[in-house]
Structure formats: structure tokens, C-alpha cells
């Protein structure tokens, strides 16, 4: 039988496809931020790697207001930025040096000074870019949030049973065990920072994904279902973790 799928759904041929799509709406998203600023935050993987790959190759490189736009990290391993597990690491080898990104734009989470002190220095990054303390649901964050789905139901670095889940009005905190490989501490936003965005983009595919779908489509209580956004949400499937 076929997986069932979350509301907002939409299922393309592949993770290609998928790439493709994700990237025809970070272009929508930059269109209808309300600022000169726009607030992008990533995700790991190897789906967003092919995004940020195709971001800056010959079909949209020139289409992307670079000098607008200040991406963020969703999560990061504790680990130094050279690091092939550090997303800071990925992001960058899959942008390529010729990506026109000013360097004042890339926020990435200090995760080499540990993961407590990352996360309290991340929390002031975030809401010195914000301008405010605390959180307008009027006046988002993020003007596009992407995240991705584990095999055990997490998104960003909130696994399952873990007390990041409940953080309060914490932005960022501190992961010390996580819940897959490599188990190394982590740094992630909290379920009140990936909220506040204007749309919020879930990536999945690969046939490892089908279980996790049917369990958020049967109700479990997953960290990836949790999420309640300010704005919209939506899926994009590849065939394989849709079948």
C-alpha cells in the first residue's frame, strides 16, 4: 500500500526532483520577504546537499538575490568546521568557493567551542538578528525553514525522548547525546525558533523514510510532527519514500 502522506504534501520523481522544487521555492520565498533581509535556514543531508549544489550552479546562480540573504544552521555536530560530520562543512563544499555569499552572511553555529557554550552564543546570534528578545508570531524569524526527517521520526537535532524537545523559550540548546550515529553532542534549534517562519520546507526521500512517514501518519508522537509553524508547512516526497 502506498506510505500516507503528511497534509501539504507533494511527491516528485526523485531526489532530484526534489532539489529542483525546494529550489523554485527558496526563489518564491526570497520574492515575498517583506525586508531587505532574507532568512534562510538550512538543513544537513545528502537531499539539501543537492540543493545547495544546484543554488549555485548555472540555473539559478544568477537568479538568487545573494546580497540578501543570511543563512542559518537548523543543527550542528560539536565538532570543528573542517570536520567532514559538520554541516558548516557540507553547506560550504556543496555552495563551492564561487558562491557569491558575503561572509558576514553565513551564520553558522560555533560548534567546535563545545556544545552549551555554542548553543547559548547561537541564541544571542539569533535574537541579535531578530532585534528583539523575544519572539513576534506576527514578525517571523526565518523566511524559509528547511528540515528533513531522521528514520527514528527527528528533525533538525530533536530526537526522540531527548530533553531538547522541551526547551522553553530557549532558541538553541545544547544536544549532549544524540540519538543516531555519529554519537557526538549537537547543537539545534528549538521547536519555538523553527516555528517562527514564514515557510517551513520538510526534504525526504530514500525508501528509508517510509516508516517514519507511517508512523507520523498513524499519530506517533515523532519530534518531526511536533512542529507547529507560524506559517506554512509542506512536504516534498520523492517516489521512492512515498511508495
Known sequence: MPTALPPGAEVLADADAVARE???????????????????????????KRLYRLLAGPDY?????????????????????????????????????????????LHA?????????????YDRTLRAFYGADRLDPARPLFDLVLLG???????????????ALDAGDALA?????????????????????????????????????????ARLAGGEDLPAGRLRSAGTVAWLLDAAAAA
Open 22 to 48: 525546494a529550489a523554485a521555492r527558496l526563489l518564491a520565498a526570497c520574492a515575498e520577504a517583506p525586508a531587505e533581509r532574507v532568512a534562510v535556514c538550512l538543513s544537513g543531508g545528502s537531499t539539501p
Open 61 to 105: 546562480a544568477d537568479r538568487l538575490p545573494w546580497a540578501r540573504i543570511h543563512w542559518f544552521f537548523g543543527d550542528d555536530r560539536a565538532v570543528p568546521w573542517d570536520d567532514p560530520r559538520s554541516n558548516v562543512h557540507m553547506v560550504c563544499e556543496a555552495f563551492g568557493p564561487d558562491a557569491p555569499i558575503p561572509a558576514s552572511h
Open 109 to 121: 553555529i560555533p560548534a567546535d567551542h563545545g556544545a552549551e557554550a555554542a548553543a547559548e552564543a
Open 149 to 163: 526527517l531522521g528514520e527514528d521520526g527527528h528533525t533538525a537535532s530533536l530526537f526522540p525522548g531527548k530533553p
Open 173 to 213: 540548546v545544547a544536544v549532549p547525546e544524540a540519538g543516531l550515529e555519529p554519537f557526538v553532542p549537537r547543537v539545534t534549534l528549538t521547536f519555538p525558533a523553527l516555528a517562527s517562519a514564514r515557510r517551513t520546507l520538510f526534504l525526504v526521500t530514500g525508501a528509508g523514510k517510509r516508516a517514519p512517514l
